[in-house]
């Protein structure tokens, strides 16, 4: 079986690297399924992938209320530095938000204690700025304050950052996941209150030989890495589809077609898509998502998740974009999951098929076959 995604495209190569390793770590699902707490979770909380892009949805009466839950499903973490002496953080760079957050340690939360928290009196070039700052989850808000401070990225040394600290994070929702904030890399417009991104300002210091970045997802625990300001040949083969953004907010895309066995089976007329590294899985339209899970023989369970038998899935190893999410414990979790609206998002399980360039001087998207 052979699944493909049509895009228009032209091709280009480009050079200029600043890495930063990536790890990849079981995503918040997972380890809810081990604790036994999925289903409760589910049943207590509406889960939409879509909800994390109010923008893409303006007339969603619920979007605008949980534009970060799908922290359920991220799984690539890297670190990062804020302070002088530098105090070190895990985060997500996530391309579907662009703020930076990370917990502060005046947080009693039991997510805060269970995580590395930021101490502003230990830093000689932390600032405030008496500004509050709130961020909407599913589970309830992460209530915290503006503060300015050095980040370093790898070898990339931002001063004079504004970033979240997170006073209050709600739930036990935060408290099983493995990194301790996001750093976002969205455009400048989605950032809450203003804020200039941590990219932005790489670029507006002129620490990038390029205004772009990219991303490699290794389907092992480690050689994922994200490259700000250049291109790393070594990580695709064949040349660069480049697509134009189409809003520049998300990095989102015009797509063709999505076609199975060389049968279109969704997004017919074209339609668009975001390209996430901040999700785990592919999420659309539910017809479309319906046809795909026909076509993997997958079935859906009471709280949303698709799974399908090991013993009667001949096909998986040979889909190119497909990927699947194996619990040892039961059957194969689907990768592709329904969401709100028309729009597709194409998240770590497309990610790792194709190395992706984010490239903002030309706002285009770059897609190449991943080694």
């Not at 092992?220 to 700000?228: A, K, L, N, Q, Y």
């Not at 399980?349 to 030309?362: C, H, K, L």
Request: proline residues 4%; glycine residues 10%; contains cysteine.
């Amino acid at each position: 079986m052979r699944f493909l995604v049509l895009l228009c495209a032209a091709s280009v190569l480009s050079q200029g690297i600043t890495r930063l390793p990536l790890e990849r770590g079981k995503k918040l699902r997972e380890v809810l399924r081990e604790k036994g707490l999925l289903h409760h979770f589910f049943q207590h909380h509406r889960y939409d992938i879509g909800t994390k892009f109010p923008h893409a949805f303006p007339n969603g009466t619920e979007v605008a209320t949980e534009p970060l839950l799908n922290t359920l499903d991220m799984e690539y973490y890297g670190t990062i530095s804020i302070g002088t002496p530098p105090q070190d953080f895990t985060v997500v760079f996530d391309t579907g938000s662009s703020n930076l957050w990370v917990p502060s340690n005046s947080c009693t939360s039991l997510a805060c204690q269970n995580h590395q928290m930021f101490n502003p009196s230990q830093s000689s070039t932390y600032k405030s700025t008496g500004q509050n700052l709130s961020i909407q989850y599913g589970t309830g808000n992460m209530e915290g304050i503006v503060g300015s401070d050095t980040v370093t990225v790898a070898s990339l040394v931002d001063t004079n950052q504004l970033f979240g600290l997170s006073t209050t994070e709600p739930g036990q929702f935060f408290v099983h996941v493995k990194f301790d904030g996001v750093l976002g890399l969205g455009y400048p417009n989605l950032a809450a209150d203003g804020i200039t991104p941590v990219f932005d300002n790489l670029v507006n210091e002129s620490l990038l030989e390029e205004n772009l970045f990219s991303v490699y997802l290794s389907r092992e625990t480690t050689g994922s890495v994200v490259i700000f300001g250049g291109i790393d040949e070594s990580y695709f083969t064949g040349s660069i589809n480049w697509i134009f953004v189409s809003y520049q907010g998300y990095w989102q895309i015009s797509m063709d077609s999505i076609i199975v066995n060389s049968q279109e089976i969704a997004c017919s007329g074209g339609c668009q898509a975001i390209v996430d590294t901040g999700t785990s899985l592919v999420a659309g339209p539910p017809s479309g998502i319906s046809n795909i899970q026909s076509a993997v023989g997958a079935r859906q369970d009471t709280y949303g998740e698709s799974n399908a038998s090991k013993n009667t899935s001949p096909h998986f190893p040979h889909l190119r974009f497909l990927a699947q999410m194996q619990n040892d414990q039961g059957p194969c979790i689907s990768s592709f999951q329904n969401t709100s609206g028309d729009l597709w998002i194409l998240g770590d399980v497309f990610i790792r098929v194709y190395y992706s360039i984010f490239d903002r001087a030309n706002n285009r998207v770059g897609l190449a076959k991943a080694i």
